[in-house]
């Protein structure tokens, strides 16, 4: 529709949608009388202010929200206006109170997406009815089915495949869009009842930070956003956050006002960039070349903070050089515990055990440079060698002019930002996720970490290292592991001893409840029966076959010792990264929520070449058509956020609780997830009655009850389909962390603060308070009061004694260039976070699209590569490598540096010219460190511990097609 239009067709057709909508200031003009005798609706008007006028009025309005996977700015509360049943608009709320006249409030609060739902919501992408392929998968045939017929069919294939082949053949992929509320609730508790299988897919979407948990042994922990405002340094170091934290970005420049400074670390010259007050450029994926020479300036010049680096550090701890492990108490006594680490002190100029139940040091005075000969308690003599002493050898090969040739940043302009870091108080950086999507982005998270551990600055109020932010009620898991509620003490409390037997043992109450998180990657637990949880990542390699796509792997200077096929065998053979369904049982349904792997996944096309011919039944669970559902065999209408009642997953930065309340009842059948689930139960359960069919075991020798299926995930219809609202009353009130409200009260407005830190399992590691009138400071319980550390050693961990990690000369921090993924190719194809949608969501929304750089795919490159292949703005091109090509528009931009390119992601498949897309030349092969297991936290968690895919090291060659993309 043109942006223009003049007043007779804005009268037309205002007139033609109020009057088809019986609004209010209508009446039916029987004299206007047409053939059949139906008469029109005529607008009672006398200009057209009344018309403009009239959409101002509403039936009601409602508090709600997006319940999609924001993630950083996540989540804004909305006014919603409904009139005659629809959603006509919505506006931020903007309500939000001032917590302390020191810091700014948290208004406004929302973005375009968000702005322009009410739109999205009825455009011609939205399904209402459930349909059934009836042509081949992909060929975009459908018939409209009723819900009986679809359910009935899907719960038949269902107990097909359970019975003869196992409960652990039924996957769920669930995506960016899961809730942690009232959806998963239900998928939480099939799961649990049923055995079948979770993937988790925070690796395989390129959120993994896997370098903070090595360094943390956990990756979620962050501040608030208004704690930016104490800071009097900002590093926007691996990331945009003004382009992508929306309603985030006042914060950082309001924190300007009162004297902050920016700096940017950056390949483009983006919009933080422009923001900041020095903008450093680097070449794609040498960040750690970087970070490890600010952190020999900071050593060499006598910066490092050594109380904190002693008390809060693994530096001090020593390391025995006859075998690279760290050296325990268990290697020099008797009935020596081998989680018991040694230091040497200071004032007694002896070896000493590191405190374990503790941080705090008491009368202990480590030495950092140590390099000593100490005899073992079998007579053995070994040297032996401080971390903090092994780093400043590993630093010494990073002067700023040895690290200028790897990283492309000047040695002067590398001691200027050594210089700005160690000059003020508090530094802080932000939260993204960019680093973990280079390959060996862990080596560069550890390496920034490094700098805020020898500066200190970690734990203060307005300084800080920014872990993953995820905050979440904890009522959840509650919800979706009890039989009903009367028995949710009895049912938590079968871990009792367990949790008691880890707290004797000198456990912080973080590491228990983070243990429960990695209990579900362990099926047929005898603790508490539990969802069971897997890698995607490693399920879409193996059973998936993008494995495959990694064939020449060793062409591509990963720097491995072996093929990367060895690292994962040995790592499946050893049980370090648990993969379910084991490789020789492949999956055969699949059932997509909120979810859109065709589209997300790197190599996916080879998913419809390898794991969809295995799938007897692939449902698609979405509002929409997206890329995954147009190759599945049902897609099921599932009701968008204003159609139900929801509470969702949040982060720290925006520590509210933001609620959906339903704003108009779901669209034709469209149902909510939370019913569309309980429906499958109810009709397993049907069928297999019918059947005859009562239970099977699982591949762990547990039960699953097929014929009470529905009964037992409704608590004896305690929970039935359409209890949305109720099932959110029921987390809610199981939650700890809003104890100063009501569900009532909350739902109303929208949106309340935390009260406190949830436990958790992803939650709890932010380890702090959660005050009502000040910021939010991450790690506080450590800083402050000493609470150990959930790494192996207890401590912010910099040196990873594993068997990987010493091959690969990882045991330290440290800089490996960039692979060639793809091939031998001179342009590196880096990517970002699309401002105009969130993940897919909005990708083909036309609204958003009249606000991008074009209409459809394109790819950002330099003006110098752009002239060197005779390619002009606009034109199409073709991006190839070994793996394979798609087509796309150039957008040359005065923003890139020679030799990168830059895609803005979740461009739908359907989006792009021809065959192929963005993910085709992205193999993203795995990351042997990332396979590594038996160790106290490099186990696989919930969120944490699992293999990530990297699409920012692949290498490319675009040339320009001369017929405008037809060949």
Same mark, same amino acid.
């Given at each position: 529709?043109?942006?223009?239009?003049?007043?007779?067709?804005?009268?037309?057709?205002?007139?033609?949608?109020?009057?088809?909508?019986?609004?209010?200031?209508?009446?039916?003009?029987?004299?206007?009388?047409?053939?059949? $005798?139906?008469?029109?609706?005529?607008?009672?008007?006398?200009?057209?202010?009344?018309?403009?006028?009239?959409?101002?009025?509403?039936?009601?309005?409602?508090?709600?929200?997006?319940?999609?996977?924001?993630?950083?700015?996540?989540?804004?509360?909305?006014?919603?206006?409904?009139?005659?049943?629809?959603?006509?608009?919505?506006?931020?709320?903007?309500?939000?109170?001032?917590?302390?006249?020191?810091?700014?409030?948290?208004?406004?609060? +929302?973005?375009?997406?968000? $702005?322009?739902?009410?739109?999205?919501?009825?455009?011609?992408?939205?399904?209402?009815?459930?349909?059934?392929?009836?042509?081949?998968?992909?060929? +975009?045939?459908?018939?409209?089915?009723?819900?009986?017929?679809?359910?009935?069919?899907?719960?038949?294939?269902?107990?097909?495949?359970?019975?003869?082949?196992?409960?652990?053949?039924?996957?769920?992929?669930?995506?960016?869009?899961?809730?942690?509320?009232?959806?998963?609730?239900?998928?939480?508790?099939?799961?649990?009842?049923?055995?079948?299988?979770?993937?988790?897919?925070?690796?395989?979407?390129?959120?993994?930070?896997?370098?903070?948990?090595?360094?943390?042994?956990?990756?979620?922990?962050?501040?608030?956003?208004?704690?930016?405002?104490?800071?009097?340094?900002?590093?926007?170091?691996?990331?945009?956050?003004?382009?992508?934290?929306?309603?985030?970005?006042?914060?950082?420049?309001?924190?300007?006002?009162?004297?902050?400074?920016?700096?940017?670390?950056?390949?483009?010259?983006?919009?933080?960039?422009?923001?900041?007050?020095?903008?450093?450029?680097?070449?794609?994926?040498?960040?750690?070349?970087?970070?490890?020479?600010?952190?020999?300036?900071?050593?060499?010049?006598?910066?490092?903070?050594?109380?904190?680096?002693?008390?809060?550090? %693994?530096?001090?701890?020593?390391?025995?050089?006859?075998?690279?492990?760290?050296?325990?108490?268990?290697?020099?006594?008797?009935?020596?515990?081998?989680?018991?680490?040694?230091?040497?002190?200071?004032?007694?100029?002896?070896?000493?055990?590191?405190?374990?139940?503790?941080?705090?040091?008491?009368?202990?005075?480590?030495?950092? %440079?140590?390099?000593?000969?100490?005899?073992?308690?079998?007579?053995?003599?070994?040297?032996?060698?401080?971390?903090?002493?092994?780093?400043? %050898?590993?630093?010494?090969?990073?002067?700023?002019?040895?690290?200028?040739?790897?990283?492309?940043?000047?040695?002067?302009?590398?001691?200027?930002?050594?210089?700005?870091?160690?000059?003020?108080?508090?530094?802080?950086?932000?939260?993204?996720?960019?680093?973990?999507?280079?390959?060996?982005? @862990?080596?560069?998270?550890?390496?920034?970490?490094?700098?805020?551990?020898?500066?200190?600055?970690?734990?203060?109020?307005?300084?800080?290292?920014?872990?993953?932010?995820?905050? @979440?009620?904890?009522?959840?898991?509650?919800?979706?592991?009890?039989?009903?509620?009367?028995?949710?003490?009895?049912?938590?409390?079968?871990?009792?001893?367990?949790?008691?037997?880890?707290?004797?043992?000198?456990?912080?109450?973080?590491?228990?409840?983070?243990?429960?998180?990695?209990?579900?990657?362990?099926?047929?637990?005898?603790?508490?029966?539990?969802?069971?949880?897997?890698?995607?990542?490693?399920?879409?390699?193996?059973?998936? +076959?993008?494995?495959?796509?990694?064939?020449?792997?060793? *062409?591509?200077?990963? $720097?491995?010792?072996?093929?990367?096929?060895?690292?994962?065998?040995?790592?499946?053979?050893?049980?370090?990264?648990?993969?379910?369904?084991?490789?020789?049982?492949?999956?055969?349904?699949?059932?997509?929520?909120?979810? @859109?792997?065709?589209?997300?996944?790197?190599?996916?096309?080879?998913?419809?070449?390898?794991?969809?011919?295995?799938?007897?039944?692939?449902?698609?669970?979405?509002?929409?058509?997206?890329?995954?559902?147009?190759?599945?065999?049902?897609?099921?209408?599932?009701?968008?956020?204003? *159609?139900?009642?929801?509470?969702?997953?949040?982060?720290?930065?925006?520590?509210?609780?933001?609620?959906?309340?339903?704003?108009?009842?779901?669209?034709?059948?469209? &149902?909510?997830?939370?019913?569309?689930?309980?429906?499958?139960?109810?009709?397993?359960?049907?069928?297999?009655?019918?059947?005859?069919?009562?239970?099977?075991?699982?591949?762990?020798?547990?039960?699953?009850?097929?014929?009470?299926?529905?009964?037992?995930?409704?608590?004896?219809?305690?929970?039935?389909?359409?209890?949305?609202?109720?099932?959110?009353?029921?987390?809610?009130?199981?939650?700890?962390?809003?104890?100063? &409200?009501?569900?009532?009260?909350?739902?109303?407005?929208?949106?309340?603060?935390?009260? $406190?830190?949830?436990?958790?399992?992803?939650?709890? +590691?932010?380890?702090?308070?959660?005050?009502?009138?000040?910021?939010?400071?991450?790690?506080?319980?450590?800083?402050?009061?000493?609470?150990?550390?959930?790494?192996?050693?207890?401590?912010?961990?910099?040196?990873?004694?594993?068997?990987?990690?010493?091959?690969?000369?990882?045991?330290?921090?440290?800089?490996?260039?960039?692979?060639?993924?793809?091939?031998?190719?001179?342009?590196?194809?880096?990517?970002?976070?699309?401002?105009?949608?969130?993940?897919?969501?909005?990708?083909?929304?036309?609204?958003?699209?009249?606000?991008?750089?074009?209409?459809?795919?394109?790819?950002?490159?330099?003006?110098?590569?752009?002239?060197?292949?005779?390619?002009?703005?606009?034109?199409?091109?073709?991006?190839?490598? %070994?793996?394979?090509?798609?087509?796309?528009?150039?957008?040359?931009?005065?923003?890139?540096?020679?030799?990168?390119?830059?895609?803005?992601?979740?461009?739908?498949?359907?989006?792009?010219?021809?065959?192929?897309?963005?993910?085709?030349?992205?193999?993203?092969?795995?990351?042997?460190? *990332?396979?590594?297991?038996?160790?106290?936290?490099?186990?696989?968690?919930?969120?944490?511990?699992?293999?990530?895919?990297?699409?920012?090291?692949?290498?490319?060659?675009?040339?320009?097609?001369?017929?405008?993309?037809?060949?």
């Amino acid at each position: 529709m043109s942006a223009v239009m003049n007043r007779r067709g804005f009268l037309k057709s205002a007139a033609a949608l109020m009057g088809s909508l019986s609004l209010p200031g209508f009446v039916v003009n029987a004299a206007a009388g047409v053939a059949g $005798g139906n008469a029109p609706a005529v607008p009672l008007y006398t200009s057209w202010k009344d018309v403009y006028r009239s959409q101002w009025t509403w039936d009601k309005v409602v508090r709600s929200t997006h319940h999609l996977n924001c993630w950083y700015q996540a989540h804004c509360s909305w006014d919603v206006y409904v009139k005659d049943g629809i959603v006509y608009r919505e506006e931020q709320a903007a309500e939000y109170e001032q917590i302390n006249p020191e810091l700014p409030d948290y208004n406004p609060r +929302g973005c375009q997406k968000g $702005g322009c739902f009410s739109e999205r919501m009825y455009d011609d992408t939205r399904i209402t009815h459930p349909m059934r392929r009836v042509g081949p998968r992909g060929s +975009g045939k459908w018939e409209r089915v009723s819900w009986d017929e679809a359910l009935d069919d899907i719960a038949d294939a269902y107990l097909d495949v359970t019975v003869e082949e196992g409960t652990d053949r039924t996957i769920w992929d669930l995506g960016p869009g899961i809730d942690l509320g009232v959806s998963m609730a239900a998928q939480g508790r099939f799961s649990m009842l049923t055995q079948s299988i979770s993937l988790d897919m925070d690796g395989e979407i390129g959120d993994s930070r896997r370098g903070t948990l090595e360094t943390f042994g956990k990756i979620a922990f962050e501040r608030s956003a208004d704690d930016y405002f104490y800071s009097d340094l900002i590093l926007f170091w691996g990331g945009n956050p003004i382009y992508t934290q929306i309603p985030q970005a006042h914060f950082f420049t309001e924190a300007r006002y009162r004297g902050a400074k920016i700096i940017s670390v950056a390949p483009d010259y983006n919009p933080s960039a422009i923001k900041s007050d020095l903008w450093i450029p680097i070449k794609p994926g040498t960040d750690a070349a970087l970070a490890m020479a600010v952190c020999h300036l900071i050593v060499a010049g006598g910066h490092v903070k050594e109380a904190f680096v002693k008390e809060q550090t %693994d530096l001090p701890l020593l390391v025995r050089t006859d075998t690279s492990r760290f050296l325990k108490q268990a290697d020099m006594q008797a009935e020596g515990r081998e989680d018991h680490h040694m230091l040497w002190d200071a004032h007694s100029d002896s070896l000493q055990t590191a405190p374990f139940r503790s941080l705090a040091l008491e009368a202990l005075d480590p030495m950092l %440079d140590v390099s000593r000969s100490v005899t073992l308690k079998d007579g053995q003599r070994v040297e032996v060698r401080s971390v903090y002493s092994l780093l400043r %050898d590993r630093l010494a090969d990073y002067t700023p002019e040895a690290a200028s040739q790897m990283c492309g940043v000047s040695p002067k302009m590398i001691r200027r930002l050594a210089h700005e870091i160690v000059s003020v108080d508090k530094v802080a950086n932000i939260a993204q996720t960019s680093m973990c999507k280079y390959y060996h982005g @862990n080596l560069a998270e550890r390496a920034m970490a490094l700098i805020f551990a020898l500066t200190g600055n970690i734990g203060r109020r307005g300084a800080g290292f920014s872990g993953f932010p995820v905050l @979440n009620v904890d009522g959840g898991d509650k919800f979706a592991l009890t039989p009903n509620m009367r028995e949710v003490a009895e049912t938590f409390g079968r871990l009792e001893p367990f949790i008691q037997q880890r707290l004797d043992a000198g456990d912080s109450h973080e590491m228990v409840v983070q243990g429960l998180g990695r209990l579900m990657f362990v099926p047929g637990n005898p603790l508490i029966r539990l969802p069971i949880w897997t890698s995607g990542t490693l399920f879409w390699s193996v059973h998936g +076959g993008i494995g495959e796509l990694s064939a020449r792997a060793e *062409e591509w200077g990963l $720097g491995n010792k072996r093929p990367l096929q060895a690292y994962l065998d040995e790592s499946l053979s050893k049980q370090w990264q648990p993969l379910q369904p084991a490789p020789d049982r492949p999956p055969r349904i699949m059932i997509s929520l909120v979810s @859109n792997p065709l589209r997300r996944l790197r190599g996916s096309e080879k998913l419809l070449e390898v794991l969809w011919p295995k799938l007897k039944k692939v449902v698609v669970m979405d509002w929409r058509i997206n890329s995954t559902a147009r190759h599945a065999d049902y897609v099921l209408p599932a009701a968008p956020w204003y *159609e139900r009642t929801n509470l969702k997953w949040v982060t720290p930065l925006s520590p509210y609780l933001t609620t959906c309340d339903q704003a108009t009842a779901p669209l034709g059948e469209a &149902k909510t997830d939370w019913s569309i689930i309980v429906l499958l139960a109810k009709h397993i359960q049907k069928r297999a009655r019918e059947r005859g069919i009562s239970a099977v075991k699982s591949p762990q020798g547990l039960e699953v009850k097929l014929d009470t299926l529905y009964d037992d995930l409704t608590m004896q219809g305690e929970f039935r389909e359409g209890d949305d609202d109720k099932v959110a009353r029921a987390i809610f009130d199981l939650s700890s962390t809003h104890k100063n &409200k009501t569900w009532d009260e909350v739902k109303q407005k929208g949106f309340a603060r935390f009260d $406190g830190l949830p436990e958790d399992p992803v939650s709890i +590691g932010s380890m702090c308070e959660f005050p009502a009138d000040d910021s939010i400071v991450p790690l506080t319980f450590h800083v402050r009061d000493k609470v150990p550390y959930p790494t192996a050693s207890r401590r912010i961990q910099f040196f990873v004694d594993h068997p990987f990690y010493d091959e690969l000369d990882e045991l330290l921090p440290r800089f490996k260039a960039p692979p060639m993924i793809g091939g031998n190719y001179p342009l590196m194809m880096t990517g970002g976070k699309t401002r105009w949608s969130i993940h897919s969501t909005w990708r083909d929304s036309s609204l958003m699209l009249r606000l991008e750089a074009r209409p459809e795919p394109y790819m950002l490159m330099s003006v110098a590569d752009a002239v060197q292949r005779g390619i002009a703005d606009d034109d199409w091109i073709r991006v190839r490598n %070994d793996i394979g090509s798609f087509k796309c528009r150039a957008k040359v931009s005065p923003s890139l540096r020679p030799g990168q390119t830059l895609m803005h992601h979740a461009w739908e498949q359907y989006q792009f010219e021809g065959p192929g897309d963005m993910n085709t030349v992205s193999p993203s092969p795995l990351n042997p460190v *990332e396979l590594a297991g038996g160790h106290p936290h490099l186990t696989a968690g919930l969120l944490q511990g699992q293999n990530s895919v990297f699409d920012r090291d692949t290498r490319v060659e675009v040339e320009r097609i001369a017929d405008g993309g037809r060949t």
